[in-house]
């Protein structure tokens, strides 16, 4: 297990944001150990604000000390406004190997819930069968966008092994929690040739999928046929999903116009 070595204070933590898998969010780590390689669209907007200066330091997460107090706070002022607080949009909140991270997202999602609200989770790590004891409201999701470990090994170096995160999934989603995977965001065949058929199959026990494109890569533009490639995919999944009978949402751009 890895240690967190810094921690920081915030004056304000929930914040209404725009995502579909809420409308309020929060964020109670600065940074991110898995260290994606998309590139990441947190870390560039880190760096851009100043948050961060470099790649090595948005890798070393900071935690938010005072979490707890700040829910305890805002949580009376938004309770009513909220229909889902998301965790999180700029970070991983079950961070893979980092418990102190984790043991303050399951506290903060218990108060979270205790308030009558209901959360999303999205995770490059593991989610623990701890969750299934919460509030069956909740939603806990993954992120897969290839079943290709050496991959994951090399666009997500700090993340949770993907087979890891699937099992931990599917425990979840064999307890009655709600469960969802972000296909997003998925790689052109000049970045890695693979069967979106077999990426799908393998979530195919999950409620929900959300589907998107890769962006900020000159690697995506540089393959010229992207935009077909794209809305092939597109095709792809919506006929899987009516199939299974699952609900979906594909990320605004990912259709374009050929």
């Known amino acids: 297990m890895k240690k967190v070595t810094k921690y920081i204070s915030r004056k304000t933590l929930i914040y209404k944001t725009g995502v579909e898998y809420g409308d309020y969010t929060m964020n109670h780590v600065l940074g991110c150990s898995h260290g994606c390689k998309y590139p990441c669209y947190a870390y560039l907007q880190k760096k851009r604000f100043g948050n961060v200066d470099s790649y090595e330091e948005w890798c070393t997460p900071a935690l938010v000390k005072n979490t707890l107090e700040l829910l305890d706070a805002e949580l009376p ?54 969750l299934s004891e919460l509030s069956k409201d909740n939603e806990y999701g993954i992120t897969i966008v290839s079943l290709d470990e050496s991959f994951r090994e090399r666009i997500e170096p700090g993340a949770a092994p ?78 899987f999903c009516e199939k299974h009978n699952k609900v979906y949402h594909i990320k605004e751009g990912t259709i374009t116009e050929i």
């Open 162 to 239: 993907i087979l890891e995160r699937l099992s931990a999934l599917k425990a979840l989603h064999g307890a009655g929690c709600k469960t969802w995977v972000s296909i997003e965001p998925y790689p052109t065949p000049n970045i890695i040739c693979q069967d979106l058929s077999a990426v799908l199959e393998s979530v195919a026990f999950a409620d929900k999928i959300i589907f998107g494109r890769t962006n900020y890569s000159k690697e995506i533009s540089s393959y010229k046929k992207h935009k077909q490639f794209y809305n092939d995919c597109v095709k792809e999944v919506i006929e």
């Open 77 to 130: 002022k938004f309770k009513n406004k909220i229909e889902t607080l998301h965790l999180c949009f700029t970070t991983d909140p079950f961070m893979y190997e980092y418990d102190e991270i984790q043991e303050m997202s399951i506290k903060a999602i218990k108060k979270i819930n205790n308030a009558g609200v209901k959360c999303s989770v999205l995770t490059k790590g593991i989610l623990p069968i701890a």
